[in-house]
């Protein structure tokens, strides 16, 4: 079973309907994120939690919004989606970003990604 | 404004051959930087990371070298190998701050 697990992987909607996109992690880590992928964009951050009580909007947070239900779990909610945000969506986890010694830790382990189509 | 740029789009080497893929930051605080290589319908991965304090990193066929002077890393896979051929990613952060992620390169490697 994957580490990251994303649902739906692809979903097919219309304008102005609200489109809930979750995410569970089994790595026991604190920090989790929601990604945009456009084709010639890159990976553009949307939201990230550093525990359940924080949020935080990334660079692109207009017209999404979040919810940390648990440590592993992290929802991505568009209310009504519009046909721009068709895109490749990624969750991601990481865990403190620096361990035991001043090791760094904090690769990103993503999930297999939710394709989003808006009609 | 973007703050880790990766201005080749893509990339095409022969098998056996070097690749060297470029990552270029205009913040000088970052302290950390990262290569995430991605394939087709798959999440990325991290690849191979460097610390500002650092000028060079080896894992295997792949390095990373930073010129902080410059502002600037690159990957090096050598040799390059056909199931290398994947976008790959440059990321930064600064002060164990959250990722910020470069356009991609695609790699393509031909047999």
């Known amino acids: 079973d994957a580490d990251v697990t994303q649902t739906p992987r692809n979903r097919i909607t219309k304008t102005g309907k609200r489109i809930m996109l979750e995410c569970s992690q089994t790595?026991?880590?604190?920090?989790m994120y929601w990604y945009r992928q456009d084709p010639g964009l890159g990976l553009r951050l949307i939201y990230y939690s550093f525990d359940v009580k924080d949020i935080n909007k990334g660079e692109i947070s207009d017209g999404y919004s979040v919810s940390r239900q648990a440590q592993a779990k992290f929802s991505l909610s568009l209310e009504s989606a519009i046909p721009n945000q068709t895109a490749l969506y990624f969750c991601?986890?990481?865990?403190?970003?620096?361990?035991?010694?001043?090791?760094?830790?904090?690769?990103?382990?993503f999930g297999e990604g939710s394709r989003l189509t808006v009609l | 404004d973007q703050q880790v740029k990766q201005n080749s789009p893509s990339l095409s080497v022969q098998e056996g051959r070097i690749s060297i893929l470029n990552c270029d930051y205009t913040n000088s605080m970052f302290d950390y930087f990262l290569w995430y290589k991605k394939y087709p319908a798959e999440g990325p991965t991290f690849l191979i990371s460097?610390?500002?304090?650092?000028d060079k990193n080896e894992d295997g066929r792949f390095t990373v070298f930073l010129n902080k002077s410059a502002k600037h890393l690159s990957l090096h896979i050598v040799p390059s190998q056909p199931g290398d051929s994947a976008v790959y990613f440059c990321a930064a952060s600064y002060l164990s701050e959250k990722l910020v992620f470069g356009k991609g390169t695609k790699l393509t490697v031909n047999p």
């Open positions: 790595k026991g880590h604190d920090r």
């Open positions: 460097i610390s500002s304090i650092k």
């Open positions: 991601a986890t990481s865990d403190r970003l620096v361990g035991l010694a001043g090791a760094y830790t904090g690769e990103l382990f």
